[in-house]
């Protein structure tokens, strides 16, 4: 365009800087990727030098959750809140087994044996060479100075103790859903945004680029658009991982392994 005089030497200087400037910016953000690949391969437990190849993610595809379903979830399947209910079973067992110190205990000893001389143990002339015994064991201890009852309320306050904690634990992770279902929704609601401002952006940069070749615009007002464009396309691919990684963090609220859209609820 400057050769055939359309636009003015300055016009064509400025292209030049923002053209070196791109080039520059290129290279770095190359030598970015390269790092972030290795620190990639390092989370992986791989090699940092091994080719992995970051492809693009699917198309955004808007969800849908209901926050009562996932609380309910939350609360059959996260991993904490199981192990303390297997300790509380434990505790009921801790708390009975205490509890039958006030209670006698009978035992019940059977015993048969042969003596003999032979391998049949048949032949003894000395002692039966058949002999049985059944015995019955009686033991009740009536009086042990306050140690049965000191033992049931320690078995009883622990048990105590973990029904506290889980209550903790619940509405600590109901709180927890509860953020990541709104940062699921913000970073939803900000796709939405992203895209519009980007098709705003495509379409700013083609009339201008347009007006540029038509000579009633300058390289400035083009190389603004470009930016402008350029920091739409950005702000929607962070927008775009965002909302995978607002995803990612309400399915481990709600303990679920895998996608959030498989989850039985």
Excluded: C
């Excluded at 198309?59 to 379903?69: A, I, R, V």
């Excluded at 059944?134 to 105590?160: C, E, I, N, P």
Aim: hydrophobic content about 40%; proline content about 2%.
């Amino acid at each position: 365009l400057h050769k055939q005089g359309v636009i003015p030497y300055n016009d064509l200087l400025k292209s030049q800087v923002a053209l070196a400037q791109a080039r520059q910016n290129r290279v770095k953000a190359l030598s970015d990727l390269d790092v972030a690949v290795a620190a990639l391969n390092s989370l992986l437990n791989r090699h940092i030098t091994t080719k992995t190849e970051v492809t693009e993610l699917p198309p955004f595809n808007p969800s849908s959750y209901e926050l009562s379903s996932l609380l309910q979830k939350a609360m059959r399947d996260r991993p904490e809140l199981r192990q303390l209910e297997i300790a509380v079973k434990q505790a009921d067992m801790a708390v009975r087994l205490v509890k039958s110190a006030y209670y006698p205990q009978v035992f019940l000893n059977g015993r048969y044996e042969r003596n003999g001389e032979n391998w049949q143990a048949s032949e003894n002339h000395y002692n039966n060479d058949h002999n049985s015994i059944v015995s019955l064991q009686l033991t009740w201890s009536l009086f042990q100075w306050g140690k049965r009852r000191a033992d049931v309320y320690a078995a009883l306050h622990k048990k105590r103790a973990l029904l506290e904690k889980i209550e903790g634990i619940k509405q600590s992770i109901m709180l927890e859903v509860k953020q990541a279902y709104q940062d699921l929704e913000v970073a939803q609601e900000n796709i939405h945004t992203a895209i519009e401002a980007l098709e705003q952006a495509k379409e700013n940069y083609r009339i201008t680029d347009l007006q540029y070749k038509e000579g009633i615009t300058t390289s400035t007002e083009v190389l603004d658009a470009r930016a402008f464009l350029t920091q739409a396309e950005f702000n929607y691919h962070r927008a775009l991982y965002g909302y995978r990684i607002a995803k990612a963090e309400l399915e481990r609220a709600i303990g679920t392994e895998g996608d959030l859209a498989n989850a039985k609820f």
